[in-house]
């Protein structure tokens, strides 16, 4: 799976959108990007996932590069519940053959100010 | 729905002693993961279960850790025997096929 590089900290505003970058350069045709959250002292939670369209749900939208080498997760309107770790991670996809690994990395910390 | 169900929440232990932790997993999905928390090193997958066989067991630490799913609703993670260093949070996660994985709240181990 490939490797991804993201800013260990970032702050954002209550109410505004937030931000999180993800560098994956060494992203495969076949490989997804995922991103999944951790608020403290709970499980990881899964947000949102792509594999060259921009996506979007109820928590979050997903901007992918054209050429898939880096991936934006955007929060439109943050609250101070959304204050957590936020991973993101690169891997095959379901029928590509890998069985559903998830590498976690380190993360980025977001912290949602009043 | 429970979700991914697991116990204890909190466990404490006496260095050498035998430590089981406990999932439940989410009704019908077919995977089962078991991660292991610490500051150190972060968030580990240990093993993962297909249909109840292990698939992939490449991240338990040492033969002290074994894992078991006699069925689709349970599985277990044992310690045997616990040192200082197997403290941490083991969070067991569940999934349909490949998709999106439930994490359940973890079990808090430490080992005195």
């Known amino acids: 799976d490939a490797k991804t590089t993201q800013p260990p900290s970032m702050d954002c505003a209550e109410g505004r959108a937030a931000n999180l970058p993800c560098n994956h350069s060494t992203i495969s045709g076949n490989e997804y990007v995922y991103w999944y959250r951790q608020i403290h002292s709970q499980g990881p939670q899964y947000i949102i996932h792509g594999l060259k369209n921009n996506e979007t749900n109820e928590m979050a939208s997903l901007i992918i590069t054209e050429d898939r080498k880096s991936s934006t997760l955007i929060l439109p309107h943050a609250t101070l519940r959304d204050t957590a770790v936020y991973y993101c991670?690169?891997?095959?996809?379901?029928?590509?053959?890998?069985?559903?690994?998830?590498?976690f990395g380190q993360g980025t910390t977001l912290q949602v100010k009043p | 729905d429970a979700g991914v169900i697991q116990s204890p929440r909190h466990e404490v232990t006496e260095m050498g002693q035998e430590v089981t932790l406990r999932c439940k997993p989410i009704s019908g999905h077919d995977y089962l993961f078991w991660y292991r928390q610490t500051m150190m090193r972060g968030l580990e997958l240990l093993i993962y279960?297909?249909?109840?066989?292990?698939?992939?067991d490449s991240g338990m630490p040492e033969d002290r850790f074994s894992a078991k799913m006699p069925n689709a609703s349970f599985s277990t993670l044992k310690i045997q025997p616990s040192e200082p260093r197997d403290s941490a949070v083991y969070f067991c996660?569940?999934?349909?096929?490949?998709?999106?994985?439930?994490f359940g709240p973890g079990t808090r181990l430490t080992v005195l």
């Open positions: 991670i690169v891997r095959v996809g379901f029928w590509g053959g890998n069985t559903g690994k998830l590498i």
């Open positions: 996660a569940s999934s349909l096929g490949g998709g999106q994985q439930f």
């Open positions: 279960f297909n249909n109840n066989v292990p698939i992939d």
